[in-house]
């Protein structure tokens, strides 16, 4: 049985080139007025490549402001030009520096999503207040521990990937003898569930890929993605670049 990675899968958490670029740049640590073309385009691009790899369907814009990076790469490394401007009775040099336009762009999409993120703030607050009369909501208590909050977002998913991924590489062996038949991710997501609930606590992400086959990799990773899109996975990370793990949340994610 053949798998099928024509698998589409609609990631929320990706809202556009300038989304990808600006957590780049935070998590990097760089400044914004700036930028270090060469890193960023570079790390922009080790993301566009593991989502071709995992198939994932990626807009026209993303490879767009690749194209772009690389543009501004390349005009930072020819021989600068100077003009010279005349302004009355003097003159002086300006060079236009061709990360600009961009840091322009990233700077007021940052004002945008600030505002955005303050306004779900202030939604979330308004949420908790009601209007009617109290009410006895003990039968709802035990939900109340299945509530988590995902910790791990798409891009240090897709950061982990791309370490496995190198990782697998080096390891991988000489010569294979691949006997073992492949599996949908529909049946991949019930094997990963029923081996979190079987160990009861928490797997390292790496625990997850035992076998250095491309297509097993692809699939196991699209597989832990449906899972954290249906609740059904708890994915913590306790700081930037340390080891993820992963833990059933016990219950039904069909």
Not at 20 to 27: C, D, M
Not at 59 to 77: F, G, H, N, W
Not at 127 to 137: C, E, I, W
Not at 169 to 174: F, H, V
Request: aromatic content about 10%; proline content about 4%; hydrophobic content about 40%.
């Amino acid at each position: 049985m053949s798998v099928d990675l024509h698998y589409s899968v609609k990631i929320d958490s990706f809202e556009g080139p300038l989304d990808l670029l600006l957590h780049l740049i935070n998590r990097l640590e760089i400044d914004i007025y700036d930028i270090p073309v060469a890193e960023i385009t570079e790390q922009y691009l080790i993301y566009i490549h593991a989502m071709k790899v995992l198939q994932l369907d990626i807009a026209s814009e993303y490879l767009v402001m690749a194209a772009t990076l690389l543009a501004i790469k390349s005009k930072m490394l020819l021989p600068k030009q100077e003009e010279e401007l005349v302004d009355g009775d003097s003159e002086f040099e300006y060079e236009e520096d061709p990360r600009e336009d961009l840091m322009n762009r990233l700077i007021e999409y940052r004002k945008y999503k600030n505002a955005a993120d303050d306004l779900k703030h202030l939604e979330e607050e308004r949420s908790q207040l009601f209007t009617k009369p109290p009410s006895d909501l003990s039968e709802f208590t035990k939900d109340v521990s299945n509530n988590y909050t995902l910790d791990v977002n798409i891009y240090d998913m897709l950061g982990a990937f791309q370490k496995l991924m190198r990782r697998k590489k080096l390891q991988r062996p000489l010569t294979t003898r691949i006997t073992r038949q492949e599996i949908p991710i529909e049946k991949r997501m019930e094997e990963i569930v029923n081996e979190l609930k079987g160990y009861r606590g928490k797997k390292k992400f790496t625990e997850l890929f035992p076998y250095h086959d491309k297509n097993h990799i692809v699939v196991t990773f699209l597989a832990l993605l449906e899972l954290m899109k249906k609740n059904a996975v708890l994915i913590e990370q306790q700081n930037n670049f340390s080891e993820i793990y992963i833990s059933s949340m016990e219950r039904d994610y069909l």
